[in-house]
């Protein structure tokens, strides 16, 4: 239903300016905090910080909100293509990582909140923003957006936290919680509360937030996009780019099979019982990567990015069901064999024997094969000689074997992806014959 721009501002007053308001209380609680620590000017920015939101909640309430500048969000949605939010969300997440010691102090991890909750709430009063984000559907993943970012840098803190206190000699921060309590009433009684807080939480929900139900199912009209349940986003934007058994089949077995295989991969004793990053980088590096750059960013990007025809949308562009994805379908073969050979990729012929259409079929995906082969038995070869000593001489050679070989499986997702954004390249090896394309 279609409502006018007036209504519009109407219907978001309130949300929106409690919002704002929420944020002023959290500066001047901060504001607070530090005048009472003694950091004066620390206590006057936060104070500012906090008449500023103040000012941006009173406007909103009295429906007249401010919004982000059309010439910001036009340069949002000329920036915001699939490759750049990829390498983009890449470079977000080794610059965290290098700068974790200074994002995890807290007027740093106040000033970052600030800065987002500024751009997110200035973009809700885009009405194309507004209805993707503040659609029923997708409120509790915002919530659970903010609520990861949280969690993120509260285990950031305290592993940068045991890294200097090892640094000086210290025992992790863990150790200084030693002491025992009993199940009844300690742990059961905190555990009624927070489910007391949950239930109150989700009944106050279910007041204010309509349920997002839709009209009754319709085989004959489908709707566009169709989109899977939040937690399933990830995997069907991967088959975007991969074929429905490698994607469907393939890589949740060897998701669960690297899960399962970790314990006998990584012994290392470390680490274990208390946070740290010092004593297991490679280990954080690879779950940091794999957690947030191949499933939370896949599935912000298949919730707020995705929009008719699964085309790719920037955040404030409005959604045209006459957008078509702009994508090509390039094999490597293909492309090998017509635009470096110069010649018409081969085929086995009609007639031909098993023998021989089987050796026409893998001559025809040389390229392929032969790339496949120096990325998964070449590349594990180079890195035991070079950037994984270390963790060669530690697990041995079957060992590290196979967690290069999970490692480059799962390394090989960003990489398709990329090729297929840049250079419409669908297979690099495609065997039709075979059911088989990778």
Not at 185 to 192: A, N, R, T
Request: charged share 15%.
């Amino acid at each position: 239903m279609n409502i006018s721009h007036a209504e519009f501002l109407e219907s978001l007053a309130a949300p929106l300016g409690w919002f704002f308001l929420t944020a002023a209380a959290m500066n001047l609680c901060a504001s607070v905090r530090a005048w009472r620590r003694g950091t004066r000017w620390w206590s006057v920015a936060w104070l500012l910080v906090a008449a500023a939101f103040a000012a941006l909640g009173t406007a909103a309430l009295c429906a007249r909100p401010l919004g982000m500048p059309e010439l910001f969000k036009d340069a949002i949605d000329w920036a915001a293509g699939p490759v750049s939010v990829t390498l983009g969300a890449f470079a977000l997440l080794v610059a965290a990582y290098l700068g974790r010691r200074w994002l995890v102090k807290p007027g740093a991890a106040l000033g970052v909140l600030d800065g987002v909750v500024l751009l997110f709430g200035l973009s809700l009063v885009d009405p194309d923003f507004a209805s993707v984000a503040a659609k029923p559907d997708n409120v509790a993943i915002v919530g659970m957006v903010f609520l990861l970012g949280f969690f993120l840098w509260l285990g950031t803190a305290q592993a940068v936290e045991n890294d200097r206190r090892a640094a000086a000699g210290e025992p992790p921060e863990e150790k200084d919680y030693d002491e025992k309590v009993l199940v009844w009433p300690d742990l059961v009684y905190i555990e009624l509360i927070g489910m007391i807080l949950v239930t109150v939480g989700l009944l106050v929900w279910s007041l204010l937030l309509p349920a997002p139900l839709e009209a009754p199912a319709n085989p004959v009209a489908t709707p566009n996009p169709a989109k899977a349940p939040w937690y399933f986003l990830g995997l069907q934007e991967l088959l975007v780019f991969s074929d429905a058994w490698w994607v469907g089949v393939v890589v949740p077995c060897l998701i669960l099979f690297g899960l399962a295989a970790i314990p006998y991969l990584d012994r290392n004793p470390r680490g274990s019982g208390y946070y740290t990053i010092a004593e297991r980088p490679f280990a954080y590096k690879v779950f940091q990567f794999g957690f947030l750059q191949l499933w939370i960013l896949l599935i912000l990007v298949g919730t707020f990015m995705r929009g008719p025809n699964w085309s790719f949308f920037g955040p404030y562009e409005p959604r045209d069901p006459h957008k078509m994805a702009d994508l090509t379908n390039v094999k490597l073969g293909q492309w090998f064999w017509e635009d470096v050979c110069r010649r018409a990729e081969p085929q086995p012929a009609p007639g031909a024997g098993w023998a021989k259409r089987t050796g026409m079929i893998l001559y025809r995906e040389i390229a392929g094969l032969v790339l496949l082969g120096a990325y998964f038995v070449g590349l594990p070869v180079l890195l035991t000689r070079t950037g994984l000593k270390r963790q060669r001489a530690e697990l041995g050679r079957w060992r590290f074997l196979l967690m290069v070989l999970l490692l480059l499986a799962m390394i090989t997702l960003p990489i398709k992806m990329l090729l297929r954004w840049s250079f419409g390249l669908s297979y690099i090896v495609s065997i039709p014959e075979w059911s088989l394309n990778f």
